[in-house]
């Protein structure tokens, strides 16, 4: 493997190709794009995505609370390795940049997410005739399956970095989950909407300054943005397994979900808040059956790639054969490095490597 600096040092060179975008839903919703190519692009944002016929287009989904930048190495490498022409990476809903869902809605559904894919990819491939790549990490490749599954006609290949499909639940467990999920909605509501449990808020309580302070409830104000970074690396080694994320994974998805707190907040002008929405740490509110991720599985025909980290999401033996079995994937390799090894500079370059070697058969 090349050194670390090498591979940064070759995807600075490309770097410039990147640039910002915004697709607006039919629900009103906006999501966050970051969309490389391999022509220069002028960046316009807020702006609806002016996409050129390519040869291949590559769709990103990424992870629980990550973001759009968890691509950023990935993303032009390929570009580099003239495996596709232009790649895209969302924010969902939530993460990142993204407009957060409305306040009835319920944020964490997989299914949810693959109705932004459906409705991103109606501005990214207007030919409804062409096919594009879907890449899906983690929460990303459950995301990934569903789509794949629901419309083969528009996924011409499909990629799975450290995840498998859906995670299948026991069908017996379906009250609880229900009752877990709807007690922590509960919770969040009441630090989210104070005021509607007692009374209709007033028209002052609607004001752009109030949604801000509104939406700063329940969420941790940092000293700089260096201790958000160091904060969510200390989530990846608390998290199951032997995880962990690199300082420069780790920064360009926190820089990018993000923003300066309140002026009521700061004493030094430097602390940060997290801007995701607090409603994605509730439990889903419904989970797929061990039978429902094997229909789903079965019903992907794309050729498909798995990627796994060797320290990455611990997978049990028996699921892991269960997915392999029902998905049967044209390739499968487990790679060195943890959950996040398509974002970390030590080990982005044997993931790049293998990518582009599936896209160029």
Known sequence: MAPAFLVISSLMVISHMMAERTVLCSDGVKLAVQHWKTDPIESTALLPINFVPSERTILCVHGWLDNA?????????????????????????????????????????????????????????????????????????????????AWPDKIDRLILLDGLGPQAQDARDASSHARASIE?????????????TTAEPSSTELTPEFQMLRDLKGKRVYPSIEKAIETRMLTARLSPGKQSISFEASAAMVKRSTRTAPPDYQSTGHEVVFQHDIRLNCPSLQYYTKEQVQSLLEDVTCKTCVLLAEDGWPIGESDKEFAVRALKPYTMKTLPGSHHFHADPDTVEEVINYVADFLLR
């Open 69 to 149: 930048a968890s691509f950023n190495l990935l993303a032009p490498a390929l570009l580099e390795k003239g495996a596709a022409k232009q790649v895209i990476a969302l924010d969902f809903p939530g993460h990142g940049m993204s407009d957060h869902k409305s306040n009835d809605a319920h944020p964490q559904l997989l299914a949810e997410y693959a109705y932004y894919v459906a409705e991103a990819t109606k501005q990214i491939i207007p030919n409804t005739n062409e096919k594009f790549t879907l890449i899906g990490h983690s929460m990303g490749a459950g995301v990934a399956t569903i789509f794949a599954a």
């Open 184 to 196: 922590k909605r509960f919770t969040a509501n009441k630090i989210l909407y104070p005021k509607f």
